[in-house]
């Protein structure tokens, strides 16, 4: 069965500092892999996607990904935070091409001034 | 963002009671899906459907039922809720194409006394 970990539950980073979240998945075959964004109240929505290709993609608000096959990483990355990136951040698999999603338990992440 | 509704957004209600959540989508997408979102274990699938009357169980089914009689709309009933089901309830929808990831409802806060 696949499988999704975060490890940082939670992650404080000042603002115009870089990010990154990291993201280990366990799955057999060649994922399909999301992140998505949640702001309190709110429901979740995607920041970027991997499905084949290019391993860096790039997804809104200026988020970046790179998948790493060998470590089985998804990690996302921004260069420089601004506050309003103050959100849960939940990384997910899917055997298919977005059917049957596994999530991560979260990353939140706070910004400070 | 993607046309979906949820309803109703808050519910109080006792142990023991039917409750039902709606989703309607006006995207005409193919596929929904019923998560549930507890601290730490990001979201986990409750049910999902394929089609009108096309549903099967995800990773988290017991004590949940769902139907689907219409393409938009996806119903998720607790026939006798417990207390262990207070939680905030997302549904998600999707088309059949890599194009097409999983969007998001902004979710039903549900508790439980």
């Known amino acids: 069965a696949q499988s999704v970990t975060q490890p940082d539950i939670h992650i404080t980073v000042s603002e115009g500092a870089s990010l990154e979240l990291r993201c280990n998945y366990s799955?057999?075959?060649?994922?399909?892999l999301f992140w998505y964004v949640q702001s309190p109240g709110q429901g979740l929505q995607l920041l970027l996607k991997?499905?084949?290709?290019?391993?860096l993609v790039q997804g809104i608000k200026g988020f970046e990904a790179e998948f790493k096959r060998s470590q089985s990483s998804f990690n996302l990355r921004k260069p420089s935070v601004h506050w309003s990136d103050a959100a849960e951040y939940f990384c997910a698999v899917a055997r298919d091409a977005g059917n049957m999603l596994t999530f991560g338990g979260g990353t939140r992440l706070m910004v400070k001034p | 963002d993607a046309g979906i509704t949820q309803s109703p957004r808050h519910k109080v209600t006792e142990t023991g009671t039917p409750v039902t959540l709606r989703c309607h989508q006006t995207?005409?997408?193919?596929?929904m899906y019923w998560y549930r979102q507890d601290p730490g274990h990001g979201l986990r699938l409750i049910h999902y459907?394929?089609?009108?009357?096309?549903?099967d169980k995800g990773e988290v089914s017991d004590g949940y039922s769902v139907s689907r009689s219409k393409t938009e709309d996806f119903l998720l009933t607790l026939e006798s809720a417990t207390s262990s089901q207070t939680s905030v309830y997302f549904c998600?929808?999707?088309?059949?194409?890599?194009?097409?990831?999983?969007?998001f409802g902004d979710g039903t806060r549900l508790s439980i006394l």
């Open positions: 459907s394929y089609g009108v009357k096309d549903t």
């Open positions: 998600a929808i999707s088309g059949d194409r890599p194009s097409q990831p999983q969007h």
């Open positions: 995207e005409n997408h193919r596929y």
């Open positions: 799955y057999g075959a060649t994922p399909y």
């Open positions: 991997y499905f084949s290709g290019d391993t």
